[in-house]
């Protein structure tokens, strides 16, 4: 039982608390501490993603390419989430064992996986589709059970606390 409990408090994102020398990232950075933040990175998914040969991903629109927020998000594509098969579903064995709902920034990094992972997904062909889809159906999974767990009756209220959850404060503004 105690192995479990030390376990699910493992980082889910060991990269973002690694500080890296060619990068100018904080440790463990958060994409969205605001609703236009939301909004933004809505908008950066959305506008047309290039993934290079070397799965660097980056923001094909010039004028949102440009954006400070921008860079945190390529930060965050290129040297945080997993995009690997084996490191993808490392990540959801840990989710589907860690009791509690996510953190603000858990839930938003296993959210970019999931939408690389449908990238990848769409882009595969035979058995590599398959593998593809399957560690896109656990993150969905994963992901569904966080919401559902998240909107739930909980036994004490989140409030504004954005460190708390990943829905905190940003559903009401």
Not at 107 to 129: D, I, P
């Amino acid at each position: 039982m105690q192995e479990t409990w030390v376990r699910s408090l493992a980082v889910l994102f060991p990269a973002a608390h690694r500080p890296k020398r060619s990068s100018s990232l904080p440790l463990n950075p958060i994409l969205q501490s605001s609703l236009e933040e939301v909004e933004l990175l809505y908008e950066f998914l959305l506008a047309e993603l290039e993934i290079s040969p070397d799965l660097k991903i980056s923001i094909k629109d010039e004028e949102l390419a440009s954006l400070r927020k921008a860079s945190d998000f390529r930060a965050v594509c290129n040297d945080v989430i997993p995009k690997s098969i084996p490191d993808i579903r490392r990540l959801s064995a840990s989710l589907s064992s860690r009791p509690g709902i996510l953190k603000k920034e858990d839930f938003e990094r296993t959210a970019l996986t999931l939408a690389y992972t449908a990238y990848r997904t769409a882009l595969s062909q035979g058995y590599q589709k398959d593998v593809w889809a399957q560690s896109l159906l656990s993150l969905f999974r994963a992901l569904r059970h966080d919401l559902m767990r998240s909107s739930g009756p909980r036994a004490s209220p989140r409030g504004t606390d954005p460190h708390q959850g990943h829905g905190a404060g940003t559903s009401t503004q």
